[in-house]
């Protein structure tokens, strides 16, 4: 068994709007560049339900802290990061 399947993972986000999947895709791809390992849990042909991001209990608090200060940061920043990201060194 590998280290990470034995931690508890937790809901970091859930929603069941309309939007849900396109915002659950945004905070896993967010996390996930942020070094914080999240799993992307949802229904692939009932989008009615809810999508949720999972990360690990002991990740919790700082996936929430990534994520608020993303939300505070605004679309414009996320807009400057992915041109960040895909500058080629």
């Known amino acids: 068994m590998h280290e990470q399947d034995s931690r508890k993972m937790v809901p970091v986000f859930s929603s069941s709007n309309h939007d849900?999947?396109?915002?659950?895709t945004s905070i896993h791809g967010l996390l996930e560049a942020?070094?914080?390992?999240s799993i992307?849990?949802?229904?692939?042909?009932?989008?009615?339900?809810?999508f949720q991001?999972?990360?690990?209990?002991?990740?919790?608090a700082?996936?929430?802290?990534v994520i608020a200060e993303a939300r505070d940061?605004?679309?414009a920043?996320?807009?400057?990061?992915?041109?960040e990201s895909e500058k080629i060194s």
């Open 73 to 75: 940061a605004g679309p």
């Open 53 to 60: 991001v999972q990360v690990s209990e002991e990740r919790l």
């Open 62 to 65: 700082d996936a929430g802290r």
């Open 34 to 37: 942020n070094g914080i390992p």
């Open 40 to 50: 992307l849990v949802g229904p692939a042909t009932l989008p009615s339900l809810e």
């Open 77 to 83: 920043a996320a807009f400057e990061g992915e041109l």
């Open 20 to 24: 849900g999947e396109m915002e659950a």
